[in-house]
């Protein structure tokens, strides 16, 4: 009887971790956005949406769940580049402007999505049949996909920023764009590059949780808030805290998801994370920077 | 080798930032070989080999020295270029590894200096340099910067000490409220007292 209380709880608190490190993925987008463009994207949560939503129809059409994680980060790009360019470029430096162009954005994208996609929630089928043996759990192969692939996806993002040329040229326009401009360095370049690799970031996160989830044209309202919460505790800017913040998170809301409904979780993380907050404003990992 | 002076907030940080691009001029222009650059973004006026080392050194303080010289490289795997310059700044060389916000003051000058020689600028703008270094540095400073001029780099240097710059500049030009007010010879400006005290209100 104990054994089954602990393998249960293992279970959700592994399918907890999952889910964290998708949010880890969203948030990673969220923060590197704001780290180098000082933009806080609104419609980051409608670009996840917006990746679970293509995985959808790309599957409807192709029946192929795969080629999503080759087709959406390429149509993400194709949307963000022109919108980095043409919305975002004209308000640079003012963030509040910056805020209200990306929280229409969002608006636009649920009601575009609304419109084509309609507002019933949808689900895909697993794309890997089959489950592994964890401590005597059986867990579903697709979610272990997930963790594998995010860690994957979070550490090549670590790598590319602290191991190559270009890398150290965005955390040089992360830390001073004008004089990083004054080095010769092409600022806008990287903004457009930083703001699709955000976007691609939070898409391939919507594209992971589709078969895990409900797809709709809402589902990224709560994921932005869950980032947002985890950006801030994580640190702003701190990639380890970051993904350190998103797994508590999620293992935190996969534990309480035993005893409590999956509302009741999710509130209940809210209110932990608030706690939090007040006690370590700056963050678990944050500097006091500002 | 044309040495800028003028009083605290007389406007020289920003007639330096304005001729990189980083301040837009509201009337004026800068021209480098006859073209009109004054509307070029800072990076291309960077390319076109204008060097500058801001005041208060502009370091990114998070990337490590290495990383922060790779910053002023092109062409990043240019070892040759990094060698010569780690050879003109051989306390660099120990601490490539270390961050840039950690070095000593005259450390983190030799960083700005050496990560804009590496844009292989013609023409390098100093910023106040020997702002808080100790005399020994500011000493090995003017042996590099002389070095340089020497081989054959334009430089214009903004500086508060005025024998500094006395020692290095052939011209000295004195800005007042925003305006070149008065330029001339180093010796002429160095054998009259009263030109420092009009420009800069200070005795010689
Ligand atoms: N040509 C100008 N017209 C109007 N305002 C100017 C002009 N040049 C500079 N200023 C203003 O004067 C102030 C001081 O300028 P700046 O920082 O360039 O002075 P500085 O000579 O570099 O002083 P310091 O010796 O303290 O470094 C700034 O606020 C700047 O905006
Ligand atoms: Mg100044």
């Known amino acids: 009887m104990a054994s089954e209380v602990a393998s249960a709880l293992l279970f959700y608190l592994v399918n907890g971790l999952i889910w964290g490190l998708i949010i880890a993925l969203i948030a990673l987008g969220l923060s590197f956005i704001f780290g180098v463009m000082g933009i806080v994207n609104m419609a980051h949560g409608d670009l996840y949406m917006l990746g679970a939503v293509f995985a959808y129809w790309i599957f409807s059409a192709l029946g192929n769940f795969w080629l999503s994680l080759l087709i959406v980060p390429v149509a993400i790009g194709l949307l963000a580049a022109p919108t980095e360019r043409l919305i975002l470029r004209p308000f640079e430096g003012h963030p509040a402007v910056t805020m209200i162009a990306t929280a229409g954005l969002s608006f636009i994208l649920q009601q575009l999505v609304l419109m084509t996609y309609g507002g019933v929630p949808k689900e895909l089928p697993m794309p890997l049949q089959g489950s592994f043996d964890f401590l005597g759990v059986a867990y579903p192969l697709y979610r272990l996909f997930i963790a594998a692939l995010s860690l994957v996806i979070i550490a090549s993002v670590w790598l590319f920023l602290h191991r190559t040329d270009y890398g150290i040229l965005v955390r040089a326009s992360m830390q001073d764009k004008e004089i990083a401009s004054a080095m010769g360095i092409n600022v806008n370049t990287v903004l457009v590059f930083t703001f699709v690799l955000g976007c691609v970031l939070a898409a391939v996160g919507g594209v992971l949780a589709a078969p895990v989830t409900q797809v709709f044209y809402l589902m990224g309202n709560d994921v932005i808030l869950l980032c947002f919460i985890v950006v801030i505790i994580g640190g702003l800017g701190s990639l380890g805290g970051t993904l350190v913040a998103a797994l508590v998170l999620g293992g935190v809301e996969g534990l309480l998801a035993y005893f409590l409904s999956p509302t009741g979780a999710r509130a209940a993380v809210f209110a932990f994370m608030v706690g939090v907050l007040i006690l370590r404003p700056q963050g678990l990992f944050g500097t006091q920077r500002g | ?204």
């Open chain 2, 1 to 204: 080798m044309v040495a800028l002076l003028g009083r605290n907030g007389a406007g020289k940080t920003t007639f330096l930032k304005t001729i990189m691009g980083l301040v837009r001029a509201c009337q004026g222009r800068v021209i480098l070989d006859g073209v009109d650059i004054t509307a070029l973004p800072s990076y291309r006026i960077a390319r076109l080999g204008i060097g500058y080392v801001p005041q208060g050194r502009g370091l990114f303080p998070e990337l490590t020295v290495l990383e922060n010289l790779k910053t002023g490289m092109r062409d990043r795997r240019d070892k040759g270029s990094l060698e010569r310059v780690l050879d003109l700044f051989p306390l660099l060389r120990d601490r490539l590894g270390q961050k840039a916000g950690t070095l000593s003051g005259g450390e983190q000058q030799a960083l700005a200096i050496a990560r804009t020689l590496l844009q292989k600028p013609r023409i390098l703008l100093l910023d106040e340099p020997t702002t808080g270094l100790m005399p020994l540095i500011v000493e090995r400073l003017k042996e590099v910067i002389r070095e340089l001029n020497s081989r054959g780099m334009a430089i214009l240097l903004v500086e508060e000490k005025v024998p500094f710059a006395l020692s290095l500049a052939h011209r000295v030009y004195f800005m007042v409220k925003g305006k070149m007010t008065f330029s001339a010879p180093k010796e002429e400006v160095a054998s009259r007292e009263d030109i420092l005290l009009k420009y800069l209100g200070v005795q010689g």
